[in-house]
């Protein structure tokens, strides 16, 4: 049986880490956050490391949580020898706190800041961190009341 797309891109996330990719990627650039989505879509989504021309809320048409979040966790590494325990951080609170993000910052903020680990280099917390990604762009397999 294949795997999915999704399934595809995650083996993919794991494989950034392992071999050593990871490494190669530009920190703290749209340049470095491209060279990630392509990394993980490539193949997958037509348009996978290039930017949107409509409805630019988000700079690609998917994908732009899981590749943001790796792409902050570079930013954190290097500029603070941190990255984030994304297992430390529920999907509910996260999605919240970043749908309100563009008005107030500070829950997402301390969310996150909560989560914050020096074990920059524990391969277990980047592949725990890659489920915790791919679970927040799962949907809820309960409706609600």
């Known amino acids: 049986m294949a795997l999915s797309n999704d399934e595809q891109s995650k083996v993919r996330a794991y494989a950034l880490f392992d071999s050593g990719t990871i490494d ?3 920190v703290g650039t749209f340049k470095g956050l491209q060279q990630i989505h392509t990394y993980l879509f490539e193949g997958l989504l037509p348009a996978a490391g290039k930017i949107r021309s ?3 809320a988000h700079p690609f048409k998917e994908g732009n949580g899981r590749s943001g979040r790796i792409w902050l966790d570079l930013m954190l ?4 020898r941190l990255c984030v325990d994304w297992a430390k951080v529920g999907k509910h609170e996260y999605l919240s706190a970043m749908e309100r993000s563009p008005v107030n910052d500070l829950e997402l903020r301390v969310l996150l800041s909560a989560a914050l680990t020096d074990a920059i280099e ?6 725990k ?3 915790q990604s791919y679970y927040y762009e799962e949907p809820d397999n309960y409706k609600a009341a």
Do not use: A, Q, Y
Request: proline share 0%.
């Open 122 to 127: 524990d391969r277990d917390v980047f592949m």
């Open 129 to 131: 961190g890659i489920e």
């Open 77 to 80: 590494k290097r500029n603070l």
């Open 24 to 26: 190669n990627i530009e």
């Open 54 to 56: 409509v409805n630019i």
